[in-house]
């Protein structure tokens, strides 16, 4: 199984950005998700999560700017990031709980890099 993250890029500070997370290889369904980011010096933080039945939850920082959503069909999760600013600069990572014919497995994709700066 593979996470492939997109849409990361050079955004000012008021803009928006779609980040995609898209699951491919060989399982049966996309569990829980969530995204991540890690900002130059910091540790690693939970930004959004999303639960199979489609329960959110964000981190304080981000809560009325960022929506998670997933796309059951397309197997892939979003993370839709409005009004940025410069403290939402970091690499983002998507990672997902990955249920196969062998159980649940964690993985994470690579990061992607979102640089809110004017």
């Known amino acids: 199984v593979q996470l492939q993250a997109s849409g990361g890029g050079l955004v000012q500070p008021g803009g928006s950005l779609r980040l995609s997370c898209a699951a491919s290889?060989?399982?049966?369904?996309?569990?829980?998700a969530g995204w991540y980011r890690q900002a130059t010096g910091k540790q690693r933080e939970l930004v959004a999560s999303?639960?199979?039945?489609?329960?959110?939850n964000y981190l304080d920082s981000v809560k009325g700017r960022f929506t998670i959503s997933r796309d059951n069909v397309k197997n892939t999760v979003y993370l839709q990031m409005n009004s940025l600013k410069p403290v939402d600069t970091a690499v983002y990572y998507c990672?997902?709980?990955?249920?196969?014919?062998?159980?649940?497995?964690?993985?994470w994709g690579q990061g992607t890099q979102v640089t809110v700066s004017s």
């Open positions: 990672n997902a709980r990955v249920f196969s014919s062998t159980g649940f497995d964690d993985y």
């Open positions: 999303i639960t199979s039945e489609g329960g959110t």
């Open positions: 290889g060989s399982f049966l369904s996309i569990d829980a």
